[in-house]
């Protein structure tokens, strides 16, 4: 029986799935009692360090925690549970920490991009029994924009490098922390999860970790889902954003099966798109919740959910919040939420008031789950124009003028599935949506979807410029050249794709060993 310590701050269904994988009944507390009971604690530390500790001491849980720690008993502490562990964070200055270990928490001060979000090594400084079984060169799921900085090399298990050397987990007797999260990261996580769990294993050094870990970049597998004319809940796919084929919605599979599918191939994660959530409402379109929740029983890798996250009045004149859609997002299963539509919606808004609200879905989601659960999906298209003078947006001097001789172009957004064009431009979107908190952008390009061409560089260079953020590019994949163009010739930190993975033209394997063969730092399975 495992004792789970689920404060309410966010998605823990992943972690519960993951144990519940290994063979474990996971009890939740409930109350200071259940701490005092717990055989074995799971802390998993979602969201905002600030908004975890009061809410740690709004629930009376602070006292039960430290004299279960201070008792040495079996804990298990993931990403912002590891950092309450310590005596301080700079993200919430007025709360103290656990101080279990001498030590402060810190923002990342590089020119990486920032979250620290995807799949890096492990550099093993004492022998522990969470790695048993590994070689040392496994990658493992990391998503902060906080990291811990101790003199206290006791208990440093390992580091990681990201612009510097950080704490990537600790160990102090029982108490084992991770600032990745073994339940998103793969097999390698399940089997660190199950050293832990069994205390009778032995304590190891791996053989061969590296002297400098690397990032990942990531390959990531996107289900466009909505449902066909029968009824049926199906993975479509768009001829630049037109899913039908002869009047019939392409059908490329079932959701669930073919994440799993992907899964299993080596994909870094999973987004699924609910395409036709602008217009049927999510809340009231159970069956993509259901796809969510069986895909996270079997997927241990991330989740990322879009479709019609926004406010809504249903014809009853009930009022549901955009936070409200994504939490049962989360709920069921995600670890992030996609915003098209809205986001353009907002940043309009924003544009023409001078200033944002603290209202609109993008601050509110991130307030409750983090910057990093906001992902910001762009759909944009090329508008051509003569000179830059022709428009007031900003434009890029093509190398692939119109077929009339235009060489400058803009990237317009739209909303509703690129069925409307506004008077907005993705780099702009883009930027505005960092200052308002999201934490990734999915950039689209509907001129490039479903092509087989190869990604828009253009485009992904021109919002990469002007973003801290992380970018995955989108749109246009045929073939394992086009990745490696998209991570050589752009900052891109991820590529994602549909049409290539779901006509099975090259599998995500092969992607990859392309990839390795050319020195691209990848996860390998
Ligand atoms: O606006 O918040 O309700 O979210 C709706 C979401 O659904 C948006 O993220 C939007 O991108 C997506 N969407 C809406 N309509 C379509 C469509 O295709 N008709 N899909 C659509 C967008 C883009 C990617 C696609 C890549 C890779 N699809 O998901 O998978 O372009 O394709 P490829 O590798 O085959 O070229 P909201």
């Known amino acids: 029986m ?20 290994l063979g474990e009944t996971v009890v939740r507390v409930n109350s200071p009692a259940d701490i005092e009971k717990a055989e074995r604690l799971v802390f998993p530390g979602v969201g905002n360090y600030g908004a975890m500790m009061q809410s740690l001491r709004e629930q009376q849980l602070i006292e039960p925690l430290l004299r279960y720690l201070h008792e040495d008993r079996p804990f298990f502490g993931i990403c912002v549970a590891l950092q309450a562990l310590f005596e301080s964070s700079e993200e919430a200055p007025e709360e103290s920490g656990l101080g279990i270990i001498p030590g402060r928490v810190k923002r990342f001060d590089t020119e990486l991009a920032i979250p620290h979000i995807g799949w890096n ?8 029994r969470i790695f048993n079984g590994f070689t040392g060169q496994e990658k493992l799921y990391f998503v902060h924009s906080y990291h811990v900085e101790t003199n206290h090399t006791a208990a440093v298990l ?3 490098d990201y612009g510097c050397e950080f704490v990537s987990s600790v160990q102090k007797g029982n108490i084992i922390a991770t600032q990745f999260h073994p339940e998103k990261s793969g097999k390698a996580g399940l089997k660190l999860l199950e050293n832990f769990l069994d205390s009778s294993r032995e304590a190891v050094i791996p053989q061969s ?22 009824g049926d809940l199906v993975v479509t796919k768009g001829d630049q954003y037109d899913v039908r084929e002869d009047g019939d919605v392409r059908n490329l599979g079932l959701p669930v099966e073919l994440a799993r599918t992907y899964y299993e191939q080596g994909a870094d994660e999973v987004t699924f798109l609910n395409i ?25 890798v991330p989740l990322t959910v879009g479709g019609g996250i926004r406010d809504f009045t249903d014809c009853n004149g009930k009022f549901y919040s955009a936070l409200e859609v994504a939490s049962e997002y989360f709920r069921s299963g995600a670890d992030k939420v996609s915003i098209g539509s809205d986001a353009v919606l907002i940043v309009e808004e924003v544009l023409e008031t001078g200033k944002a609200t603290g209202l609109s879905s993008i601050e509110q989601i991130a307030r409750v789950y983090g910057n990093q659960a906001v992902v910001i999906s762009v759909d944009p298209r090329r508008v051509y124009v003569h000179a830059p003078d022709d428009t007031p947006h900003p434009v890029i001097e093509t190398e692939f003028p119109s077929e009339n001789g235009k060489k400058y172009c803009w990237y317009q957004c739209t909303v509703r599935g ?29 001129d490039k979807d479903g092509t087989n061409s190869g990604f828009d560089l ?3 260079n021109a919002v990469k410029e002007a973003v ?11 073939c394992a050249e086009h990745f490696l163009e998209v991570f050589t010739k752009t900052d891109a930190e991820a590529a994602l794709a549909a049409g290539i993975f779901h006509r099975k033209e090259v599998p995500i394997g092969q992607v990859k060993q392309f990839l390795q063969e050319n020195e691209v730092e990848i996860r390998t399975c």
């Open 2 to 21: 495992i004792t789970l310590l689920d404060y309410g701050a966010g998605n823990v269904r992943s972690v519960v799935n993951a144990l519940e994988s």
């Open 121 to 128: 090594g492990i550099k093993v400084h004492q022998p522990s």
């Open 158 to 160: 390992t580091t990681t």
């Open 209 to 230: 970790c590296p002297t400098e870990t690397k990032l990942a970049e990531r390959i990531i597998a996107c289900l466009d889902v909505r449902s066909n004319d029968q």
């Open 276 to 300: 036709t959530a602008f217009r049927d409402f999510p809340l009231e379109d159970m069956p993509m919740m259901e796809v969510l929740q069986k895909t996270s029983e079997k997927v241990f």
């Open 418 to 446: 690129g069925r409307e064009g506004r008077d907005l431009d993705a780099v702009t979107l883009a930027k505005v949506c960092e200052q308002l908190g999201a934490g990734e952008i999915l950039l689209n390009c509907i």
């Open 458 to 460: 253009e485009l992904i």
């Open 468 to 478: 801290t953020i992380p970018v995955i590019a989108s749109s246009g994949a045929g």
